[in-house]
Antibody, heavy 118, light 108 residues
Framework: QLQLQESGPGLVKPSEALSLTCTVS??????????WGWIRQPPGKGLEWIGT???????YYNPSLKSRVTISEDTSKNQFSLKLSSVTAADTAVYYC??????????WGQGTLVTVSS | EIVMTQSPATLSVSPGERATLSCRAS??????LAWYQQKPGQAPRLLIYGASTRATGTPARFSGSGSGTEFTLTISSLQSEDFAVYYC??????????FGQGTKVEIK
C-alpha cells in the first residue's frame, strides 16, 4: 500500500528557505503514469497547489509561487523535495505531498505544519 | 487563473437527508473536476474525478454531475462520517489547478 510521509522543520524564520521531503513507500516515484506534488493549506483556509514533478523529473509550478519554488527528486531514496525560498508569515501552512494521477491528487501524505516566525 | 466558487459555505443537514453541494468555474472546464472530502486534522481524500467518476473506495451515496462551468456533488443519505469539508478542484489547464474555498457540511 502506498504511503507518503512529509518531513522537515516545523519552524522557519522569515526570509529563510523552507525545505521539506516526502518519502514514498509502497511505490516508485519513477513509475510512469504517476506524478508527485506539493499542496498547502494555511490554518483554517483552503487548498493551494504548489507544484508537481513528473516520473521523468519534469517540473511544473504554481505561477504565483514559481519564483520561489523548487521541487526535486532523489530516486535512489524514493523521495521528492520542496524548497520554498524567502518565506513570510503568509507561507505558514500545513504542507502535503501527494501522488498525482497526474492532474488530481489521488493519495496524500498526512501533512506537516510549517510555521514561519522569528 | 480559473476561479472556483463553492456554495453554500456551510450546509446544515440532518443524518439520512440528502446534501447538494455546488461548484462553479469562472470559465468552462469541460469535465475536468475533482471533489475531495476533508475531516478535521486529516488530509483531503479524493472522492470524485472527471466530474462524475467515483474514486476507489468512494461509497455509492456520493455522486458527481455537471460539465462546463456548473458542477454538483450529491450525498444521497448523509451518514455520520460524511460531516466534513468538501472541496472542488479544476484541472482543465495543465498544472494550473485551482481549488474552491470549500463547503462545510455540518449536523443540523
Amino acid at each position: 500500500q502506498l504511503q507518503l510521509q512529509e518531513s522537515g522543520p516545523g519552524l522557519v524564520k522569515p526570509s529563510e528557505a523552507l525545505s521539506l521531503t516526502c518519502t514514498v513507500s509502497g511505490g516508485s516515484i519513477t513509475n510512469s503514469g504517476y506524478y508527485w506534488g506539493w499542496i498547502r493549506q494555511p490554518p483554517g483556509k483552503g487548498l493551494e497547489w504548489i507544484g508537481t514533478i513528473s516520473y521523468s523529473g519534469s517540473t511544473y509550478y504554481n505561477p504565483s509561487l514559481k519564483s520561489r519554488v523548487t521541487i526535486s527528486e532523489d530516486t535512489s531514496k524514493n523521495q521528492f523535495s520542496l524548497k520554498l525560498s524567502s518565506v513570510t508569515a503568509a507561507d505558514t501552512a500545513v504542507y502535503y505531498c501527494a501522488r498525482l494521477r497526474p492532474q488530481w491528487p489521488e493519495d496524500w501524505g498526512q501533512g506537516t505544519l510549517v510555521t514561519v516566525s522569528s | 487563473e480559473i476561479v472556483m466558487t463553492q456554495s453554500p459555505a456551510t450546509l446544515s443537514v440532518s443524518p439520512g437527508e440528502r446534501a447538494t453541494l455546488s461548484c462553479r468555474a469562472s470559465q468552462s472546464i469541460s469535465s475536468n473536476l475533482a471533489w475531495y472530502q476533508q475531516k478535521p486534522g486529516q488530509a483531503p481524500r479524493l472522492l470524485i474525478y472527471g466530474a462524475s467518476t467515483r474514486a476507489t473506495g468512494t461509497p455509492a451515496r456520493f455522486s458527481g454531475s455537471g460539465s462546463g462551468t456548473e458542477f454538483t456533488l450529491t450525498i444521497s443519505s448523509l451518514q455520520s462520517e460524511d460531516f466534513a469539508v468538501y472541496y472542488c478542484q479544476q484541472y482543465n489547464d495543465w498544472f494550473l489547478w485551482t481549488f474552491g474555498q470549500g463547503t462545510k457540511v455540518e449536523i443540523k
